[in-house]
């Protein structure tokens, strides 16, 4: 059954909010704590459904879970007594991907299910095949699973080129390589703010790591890891999202603890392209609209253009713009001056929540499933809308609600608090009107 929500628009939303922790380091870094025989803690843990069912495959193969209910979680895996992840509840999302590094320096092999998750295009495991096979990690598909079986004898030192800078690969080969007495060069590394998150955490487990933040890594690995404790980070997707919520809502907000500059400057040199001001004050963020309103700018120094005045953002590898803050930016730019072409290369299916926001009133050409022209400012108009299966086409679509005074009615919520549990509250003490709607599977 369909989660449904009712949002009455055009309410600016003013207050404090605090961001998430980041989702994807925390389901990066829980399987880590399987190289280890030592407790690792993890502060500040996420309450999703990825969080619970890893916790929930650590238990079922053998390591011990504490968890305080107030975000405090401890592990300890001395008595971890398989490399297989269950397949029932490990086919049911991709985080399930991130135990094959562990596992096979733990064990010499890792067994898990091909993984599930949103529906974004193929999303195959080519990238981590790629990274294990080139250190003589073996793969073999085996019925619904995938078995890694590492090589008997290692070489003293590894130099692999990543065919692309895949987060979850590096992520991955990272925890491999912390675990096993070798020295491993990663080129082409994703440098994200959670793989940032990850290799920390490694370090302070007692891996020799060079290059964090960097493209370019060297992974010194060793068999017996300290305790260690972890903390995430704010997710920068998640302030992306409030930065644009402040300012289709022209509303005021600040975002607690969000001044990271190396989470957040590259993000605020485009927001500031639209006229969204954001002042830095201490530790936090305040966001409001510059004065004359929101505008696709072209004149501001350094905006892309395809074309003579048409402007144009496409995701990066980090440090460039996130693939997954590209959604919200339809919302952003159909609420501001001017035009801009909008590009997602990345993922097949990542433009397809087109329909449901023309259907509200956007005025926005599909050019072809990775490109969009959008054209504003528009007033959203609401109505009844069921969400893609993909967590940000619905942000973007729960934010397009917020902003002009209308009524819409949105199904599929259930795939947005996968990742933001907390959202309707979150938003509604900010003083956004939203109301839940018992579901009978229709709108």
Known sequence: MQEVIRVTGGVKLRGEVRPIPNKNSIVAALPAALLSEMPVVFKETPNTSD??????????????????????????????NTYKVDEKIGGQFRGSLMFVGPLLARFGKAEVPMPGGCELGMRSIEAHVDVFEKVGVKVERVGAMVRFTAPRKLEKRYKVWQIEASVTATENFAIYAAGVEAEFELIDAASEPHVTDVLNLLSDMGAKISGVGSNHLIIGGVKKHKQAIFTPRPDFIDICGLIVAAAVTDGKIKILGANIPDIVDGLI?????????????????VVSVGKGGLEVDVRKQGFPLAGANLPKLYPRPWPGFPVDAIPPMAVLASKSRGRLLLMNWMYESGLDFVREMNQMGADILMMDPAKIII???????GGNVTTPSVIQACKAIFLAALADKAVTTIAGVEILKRRYPSVIETYTKLGAKIEEVISSGKL
Do not use: H, S
């Open 51 to 80: 969080v619970a069912k890893i916790l929930e495959l650590m238990r079922l193969m053998g390591a011990e879970v504490e968890a305080d209910g107030k975000g405090e979680v401890k592990v300890c895996c001395k008595n971890l």
């Open 269 to 285: 040199n485009w927001y500031e392209m639209f006229n969204v001001k954001i002042d830095r004050i201490g530790k936090d963020l």
């Open 375 to 381: 054209n504003g400012p528009v007033k959203f108009k």
